[in-house]
């Protein structure tokens, strides 16, 4: 369930016109399950509200934070410190970084006083791989390691069925455990990569410390990770449109939300091949990505539940993930098929508004 994007990384920089026509939209009030850089910004609106909207790069992608607070220096000061916890946090749980405990757990197959935000979402990950049957596991990165060594380079050598299988062997998350702050992998080799749902994590924390500071009306966007809290300017509820897999503004779906979160997973991003038949979802039990589905947005409480639920029901069949989401409380789904089929789940029409 990797989610990092090892062939078309967002660049760093944007010309003018890109970055002008995107943070357009935010002016219309409409967020998007694709990311919307915009502006750094201050708007008063009247004499009680500010409006204070930032977008930087955190997390391998751009994260756009829009508040709304009486106080405009208050806005920015939480949301500095908001902006301050998604970095620590990034940095305790990449797998890229060698000095970070997700990296030294992978390198020694065994790591003991793990910090308390890794072993919380390691928990939660073995939760999820119950949940789900086995549809969420973060432990795939023995596979995406190997779609990235066979075709790094511009290769077109898929991966051979020995090697696969081999690479099949080490996956499992019932094979971690987990013992307070102390993870251990049950076979060599075996590794975690938490791309799946820690930036869900994030940006709940960093929602929580904006809550923290008393800004009531927020909504953050973290590469198409949504979490929202309260409501806009106008006293209404966000709105959020869902990312169009062909990226022609034709949007599946546009969602009223006020406290939740929204994730979409897709296919359309981050790709190791040139016919992008191995992109960075990864179905734990075949070790390939799956085919069936384009885009999966999933509704939720929180950004960790929406990020890690949309990635699972993406590995499952259409019909097989909606009906796993109707099994579960205060979660709705939306799923686009390859052939273009919007499936939703029972409550998905009247859900987010």
Known sequence: MEKQNPIRQIPGTMNRRSFLRLSGMLGLGLASTGVIPVAAEAVKFNRKMYKVSRTRLAMGTFVSMTLVHT??????????????????????????????????????????????????????????????????DVTVKPIVDLFKKSFEGGKGNRPGETELKKALELVGSDRVELKRRTVRFKNPGMGITLDGIAKGYIVDRASGVLAGHGIKNHLINAGGDIRTMGARKDRKPWTVAIQDPLKKKKYPDIIHMTNGAVATSGNYEVYFDREKMFHHIVNPKTGLSPELSTSVSVLANTAMDADALSTTVFVMTPSVGTRFINSLSECECLVLDKAGNKIKSQGWRSAGV
């Open 71 to 136: 106080s405009k220096d208050r806005a920015e000061e939480a949301m500095g410190l908001a902006f301050e916890e998604i970095d620590r946090l990034t940095r305790s749980m990449s797998r890229f970084d060698d000095r970070t405990a997700v990296a030294q757990l992978n390198k020694e197959g065994f790591l003991k006083d793990v910090p308390p935000e890794v072993a919380d979402v390691v928990s939660r990950s073995i939760d999820y791989y119950r949940q789900s049957h086995g549809a969420f």
